[in-house]
C-alpha cells in the first residue's frame, strides 16, 4: 500500500511526519477495501488513490496553520480532505457527509488511522443549525460549487475564518459566477497533481445588498 516515489518525495516535501505517513497508509488500506463495497471513489490503482486523492488533499497541509482552531470538512466522502488534515494533525475536526454508508466508512477509516474527528451524518443545514460562527477553517472537495457552498461558508465561519476549496479546471468561472452575489476575497494555488485544479482559500465572505 506504498505510494510512488514521486508522491512519497511530495509528502515528505509537505512536512509530513512518519507518524503521520503511517496513518496515511492505513487509511488508504481502508479505504481501498471499501471502495469496493460503496461508491466512495472512482476505480482506479493504489497509486491512483495516493496521488489523485491523498497527496491532492494533503497538498493544501501547509495553509492551515498551527493556531488555527476548529475545522469544519463539508462533504467529506471518502473522507477528502478533512480526514487527511486529521491524519496530518489537525485538532478539533469535523466530518460532515448525509450518506449513513460513508459516514460508517470514516469511522472505521478514523479508528485505523489513530485519530478522532467528530463525524455528523446530517445534511449540512442540520449539522450547522447550531453552530454559526463556530469555525476557523471550512474545507470542501468535489462537492458543490462555489456559488452553492456560499451560504454554508458563511454561516459556519467565524469572522476572521477562511475556507479552503479544493476545486478542478473552472475555478475562475466558479469564483466570477460567486462574485455576482457574495462579497469575498481569495486566494489561488495551483494544484501540484495537475489537470488545471486549484486550492482556493476564501475569506472575507459578505452577501450582497439586495437593494442595491
Do not use: C
Not at 59 to 64: E, G, H, L
Not at 92 to 105: G, H, I, M
Not at 164 to 170: F, M, P, S, V
Amino acid at each position: 500500500m506504498s505510494p510512488p516515489k514521486d508522491v512519497l518525495n511530495a509528502l515528505t516535501k509537505l512536512g509530513v511526519s512518519d507518524t503521520a505517513f503511517e496513518g496515511l497508509t492505513t487509511y488508504v488500506a481502508v479505504l481501498d477495501k471499501w471502495r469496493q463495497r460503496i461508491n466512495l471513489i472512482g476505480p482506479g490503482s493504489i497509486d491512483d488513490i495516493w496521488r489523485r486523492h491523498v497527496l491532492d488533499s494533503a497538498q493544501a497541509w501547509p495553509q492551515i496553520t498551527e493556531t488555527d482552531g476548529p475545522l469544519l470538512d463539508l462533504g467529506s466522502g471518502a473522507g477528502l480532505p478533512g480526514l487527511i488534515f486529521s491524519i496530518l494533525g489537525a485538532s478539533n475536526v469535523t466530518l460532515v457527509d448525509s450518506d449513513q454508508r460513508k459516514a460508517v466508512f470514516l469511522r472505521e477509516a478514523a479508528r485505523a488511522a489513530g485519530v478522532k474527528p467528530r463525524i455528523v451524518a446530517q445534511r449540512f443545514d442540520a449539522a450547522l443549525s447550531n453552530e454559526a460562527g463556530s469555525y476557523d477553517v471550512v474545507t470542501a472537495r468535489a462537492v458543490a460549487s462555489i456559488t452553492k457552498l456560499m451560504p454554508m461558508l458563511r454561516k459556519a465561519l467565524k469572522p476572521e475564518g477562511y475556507a479552503l476549496l479544493l476545486k478542478g479546471a473552472q475555478t475562475e468561472k466558479e469564483l466570477t459566477e460567486a462574485q455576482k452575489s457574495w462579497t469575498l476575497r481569495y486566494a489561488l494555488t495551483p494544484s501540484i497533481t495537475g489537470g488545471g485544479g486549484q486550492i482556493v482559500k476564501i475569506w472575507g465572505i459578505a452577501q450582497h445588498d439586495r437593494g442595491s
